[in-house]
T-cell receptor, first 112, second 117 residues
Framework: EAAVTQSPRNKVTVTGGNVTLSCRQT?????MYWYRQDTGHGLRLIHY???????QIGDVPDGYKATRTTQEDFFLLLELASPSQTSLYFC???????????FGKGTRLTVV | GDSVTQTEGQVTVSESKSLIINCTYS????????LFWYVRYPGEGLQLLLK?????QKGSSRGFEATYNKEATSFHLQKASVQESDSAVYYC??????????????FGIGTRVLVRP
C-alpha cells in the first residue's frame, strides 16, 4: 500500500506568520501534488512536481511556494499567511504511467 | 478548462437502501478523459474507490459501481444497499486521457453521505 505522510496534521498560525507543511512519500513516485480543499469547492491544485528540484504551478498558486528537495519530500510554504488560506491541505503522489493518485491524511491549517 | 459537477451537499440514506450520487463532466482535452471516484472516510485521506478509463465501461468496487457514459458525459455512482460504514465524502474526478504534464486531477466538490442505522 502506497504511503503518503503529512505533517503536521493540524496547525494554527497568525496572520502574517510563516508556515511550512511537509509531505513525504515512500513509494518512489515521480509526481507529487499539493491540493487545498474548501467547503463548496473540490480539491484545487496549488503546486506539483515531477521530481527532485522540479516545480510546476497549479491552478491556485497565489500566496504559496513549494519545494521538492528529494524524490520523497515535498514542502508547501506560506510565507505571509492570510485567513483566506485557512483550509484542509492534501498532499498526493503518483507513479509516472499510472493513473492512480495516493493521498495523505491532510493538514488542517487555521490562520487567525 | 475541465470541470466536474456532482450532487451537492449531504445525502442521508437509511441502511440497506440504495444510493446514487450524480456526476457529470466537461473535458477540454482531445479524446476521452479518465474518470474516478475517490472516497474520504473520517480522519483519513482520499482513497481511490473505482476508476474507468475506457468510455462505455463500468467500474465496480466494494458494492459500488459507475458507468462511463460518454454521450451524457456522466459517471454516476450507485450502490444497491448501503451500510453505515459507507458514511464518507465521495469525490468524482477526471484526468486527461494522455499522460500530459502532471496528469492533473480535476475534482467535483464532494458529496457527504450519511447512512442512518
Amino acid at each position: 500500500e502506497a504511503a503518503v505522510t503529512q505533517s503536521p496534521r493540524n496547525k494554527v498560525t497568525v496572520t502574517g506568520g510563516n508556515v511550512t507543511l511537509s509531505c513525504r512519500q515512500t513509494n518512489s513516485h515521480n509526481y507529487m501534488y499539493w491540493y487545498r480543499q474548501d467547503t463548496g469547492h473540490g480539491l484545487r491544485l496549488i503546486h506539483y512536481s515531477y521530481g527532485a528540484g522540479n516545480l510546476q504551478i497549479g491552478d491556485v498558486p497565489d500566496g504559496y511556494k513549494a519545494t521538492r528537495t528529494t524524490q520523497e519530500d515535498f514542502f508547501l510554504l506560506l510565507e505571509l499567511a492570510s485567513p483566506s488560506q485557512t483550509s484542509l491541505y492534501f498532499c498526493a503522489s503518483r507513479r509516472q504511467g499510472n493513473t492512480e493518485v495516493f493521498f495523505g491524511k491532510g493538514t488542517r491549517l487555521t490562520v487567525v | 478548462g475541465d470541470s466536474v459537477t456532482q450532487t451537492e451537499g449531504q445525502v442521508t440514506v437509511s441502511e440497506s437502501k440504495s444510493l446514487i450520487i450524480n456526476c457529470t463532466y466537461s473535458a477540454t482535452s482531445i479524446g476521452y478523459p479518465n474518470l474516478f471516484w475517490y472516497v474520504r472516510y473520517p480522519g483519513e485521506g482520499l482513497q481511490l474507490l473505482l476508476k474507468v478509463i475506457t468510455a462505455g465501461q463500468k467500474g465496480s468496487s466494494r458494492g459500488f459501481e459507475a458507468t462511463y457514459n460518454k454521450e451524457a458525459t456522466s459517471f454516476h455512482l450507485q450502490k444497491a444497499s448501503v451500510q453505515e460504514s459507507d458514511s464518507a465524502v465521495y469525490y468524482c474526478a477526471l484526468s486527461p486521457p494522455t499522460n500530459s504534464a502532471g496528469n492533473k486531477l480535476t475534482f467535483g466538490i464532494g458529496t457527504r453521505v450519511l447512512v442512518r442505522p
